[in-house]
């Protein structure tokens, strides 16, 4: 990439100062480093090479102008210079290092990287990301293959990319050559500074000569790219230097960063050129995009709260004109890499680039749903030919035709950034029809009106059906690469829980289910607990789905904080649940554990499976025979009261979800 990566990299610049330099070339590079004027400072930094120098700082800062500048290939060759004279170096280095690797298609040396990256930044999401892929190349591969792409025929041999739609026009970046109408220069590159250009779109397919998108009330002595419009095509959200009444305006630093403007169409005029209220001189805030009921303007930042280089946010539109506060998207969308040009489909898709998920190298393309209550599905990569060994972004979509535009400066492209176009010809949903028959354990008889419940990973219940005249039940259209359970229930039958990985394939999976008949009658009974240090109690009844925990009046937790041991004040109460379970053989007991919301959700669904399966082999040490016990750790999911994630509760409200549940299965 080129012009665009001034948003994401000025956070990861700062991260990359090193030591003065010595040389006269290396400080001069330095200083022309400093001002972002990476082609100069590549010239100085060669040429202090050239004199001997092997300083990491030269070596470190040459890699990554070639890096911000888009050359992942003589950037590769810095990093594996800088690695040979040291190779203890700083996490960042290791991670740009694995995408420059990727960039030459040496994904195995990039995932050996990736490995020690991990453990030298083990809270990195980026790592966490990887260790719980290390299969991405299969994923990326499953969802490859269902596009159809051409070179846009709008490219020149300088950069050119960002597109948007308006009417029957396409509106794009470039930083072409004029012939003196633009006469300034990028110091980023040497090449001329970015404007809006347009083509018209033909019914033929053909397209016009590209022209400036140039109106009274636009300017082109600023950088100018990545417009969104609205769809009655008279309000237009874009990004640019920043400027204050025709003058460049600078951060504390000296640093002319991005800013978002708006800017409305009278009379075939863009008049009323306004910067958005959440721009800075101090951070930069580029390339917009708007949801389908254009309420909320999407767009990328580095401004305080970012978890990663750039972030994507969003802020709501009000009616008045106003704004609200830019929320982050969270870390379900943002890495601590580079998250940018987000775009929102009709679908309620959200499509944005990444360095930071794992791909196939440089910036991916990713997709989301996001759901009704904004919150977002699994990110998925767009596989290939969207995404390439190089940097791939600016996807956009006409959800009707599904045609549309993305940029990439991938090898073999006419220019340093071109825009391509596609056709999508298959979409990116893999589900599966979960289905299969019921039948008696027995007799393999199939079994009628059969209820089958079906719940995902983190035990959320998904759907419902029964078994038809024949046995047979189906779960129609169910997410692929995904672990669900299937829970049967039958008067008469045992209850029945079966889990199943799906393959990350569309078609069909197959389970058949056999279920076990109850041969003691499913009826209440008066029993008498004999426990130990208690006296004898009267249980009024008790009967399938009752929890013996709350019967039997025993505190339902036996742990410390955190921890997974069963405390020995507590062995007493759980005496109570082996005096039921010897006085009553045939019972069967569902051990479910609970905690409260403290904690991320990945911890506390570990430690739950941990109680849940130590209450069991506690049980089972006092003899109870473990075909009769379940055990299953149910985290932060079932929540009895107000207090989730960010609520804030007494320790006695959070007390009451951290609870151990002994669900009675079978009399």
């Not at 000025?10 to 330099?21: D, E, I, K, R, V």
């Not at 480093?33 to 001997?52: C, S």
Request: aromatic share 10%; with cysteine.
């Amino acid at each position: 990439m080129k012009i665009k990566n001034l948003l994401y990299t000025f956070l990861l610049f700062n991260f990359f100062l090193n030591a003065n330099a010595q040389s006269l070339s290396v400080r001069q590079a330095d200083k022309k480093y400093n001002n972002y004027a990476y082609a100069d400072a590549i010239k100085l930094y060669e040429n202090a090479i050239k004199e001997g120098s092997t300083e990491e700082n030269v070596f470190q800062k040459l890699g990554n102008s070639y890096y911000f500048t888009g050359d992942l290939k003589q950037a590769l060759k810095c990093y594996q210079e800088l690695f040979a004279i040291n190779r203890n170096q700083e996490a960042e280095y290791l991670y740009i290092y694995s995408q420059c690797l990727k960039s030459a298609g040496n994904y195995t040396k990039s995932d050996e990287i990736l490995d020690i990256f991990s453990e030298k930044a083990p809270l990195d999401k980026r790592g966490i990301l990887f260790k719980k892929n290390r299969n991405y190349l299969d994923d990326i591969k499953a969802n490859s293959g269902r596009y159809e792409i051409a070179d846009a025929g709008i490219n020149s041999k300088d950069s050119d990319y960002g597109s948007a739609l308006i009417d029957n026009k396409l509106v794009f970046t470039s930083a072409r050559d004029t012939g003196g109408i633009i006469k300034k220069n990028f110091k980023w590159t040497n090449k001329s500074i970015s404007a809006l250009y347009a083509v018209d779109l033909m019914p033929d397919g053909s397209i016009s000569n590209p022209v400036f998108f140039h109106k009274k009330g636009l300017k082109t002595r600023f950088n100018e790219s990545t417009p969104v419009f609205t769809k009655d095509g008279k309000t237009m959200y874009f990004t640019k230097n920043n400027s204050i009444k025709g003058k460049r305006g600078q951060s504390e630093n000296k640093v002319t960063l991005l800013k978002l403007y708006k800017a409305i169409l009278i009379n075939d005029e863009w008049s009323n050129v306004q910067e958005l209220p959440f721009n800075s001189d101090q951070y930069s805030v580029a390339h917009p995009a708007l949801s389908f009921d254009e309420k909320i303007l999407y767009f990328a930042s580095d401004m305080p709260g970012t978890l990663g280089l750039s972030d994507l946010f969003k802020a709501s539109i009000n009616n008045d004109g106003t704004y609200g506060k830019p929320e982050n998207l969270g870390a379900d969308i943002n890495t601590e890499g580079r998250e940018t040009f987000p775009f929102i489909s009709n679908d309620n898709e959200i499509y944005f680039a990444s360095d930071g998920r794992p791909g196939l190298g440089g910036l991916d393309v990713f997709v989301a749903k996001i759901n009704n209550d904004g919150s977002f599905e699994e990110v998925q990569n767009l596989g290939e030919p969207i995404n390439s060994k190089q940097d791939d972004f600016a996807f956009i979509i006409n959800s009707k035709n599904r045609n549309g535009f993305f940029s990439s400066n991938r090898e073999n492209s006419l220019g340093l950034d071109d825009v391509y176009r596609f056709t999508e010809i298959r979409k990116l949903v893999c589900e599966q029809d979960l289905m299969g028959t019921v039948t008696d354990a027995e007799t393999n008889q199939t079994l009628s009106n059969v209820t089958l419940s079906l719940f995902n990973e983190a035990y959320q219940f998904v759907a419902e059906v029964v078994s038809d005249q024949n046995g047979n039940y189906i779960f129609p259209n169910v997410k692929c690469g995904k672990k669900y359970f299937i829970k049967t229930s039958k008067t008469d039958y045992e209850i029945k829980e079966v889990p199943i990985a799906l393959k990350r394939i569309n078609g069909k999976t197959t389970l058949a289910i056999a279920i076990q008949k109850k041969f003691t009658p499913l009826i209440a009974k008066q029993v008498v607990v004999k426990t130990t240090k208690v006296n004898p109690v009267i249980i009024k009844s008790i009967k399938v789905g009752t929890d013996l925990a709350k019967l039997l009046h025993i505190p339902m937790n036996f742990f410390d904080l955190g921890k997974a041991t069963i405390k020995k004040s507590s062995e007493p109460q759980l005496q109570k649940i082996v005096d039921i379970l010897n006085q009553y053989p045939t019972l069967k007991l569902d051990i479910r554990s609970h905690t409260d919301s403290r904690q991320s959700a990945e911890n506390n669904m570990v430690l739950s499976e941990k109680r849940a399966q130590s209450t069991k082999n506690w049980l089972i040490q006092k003899g109870i025979d473990g075909n009769r016990l379940a055990a299953k750790g149910y985290g932060e999911t079932k929540l009895v009261n107000r207090c989730a994630d960010g609520v804030k509760c007494t320790e006695q409200e959070h007390q009451q979800n951290r609870r151990s549940e002994f669900i009675i299965t079978y009399l």
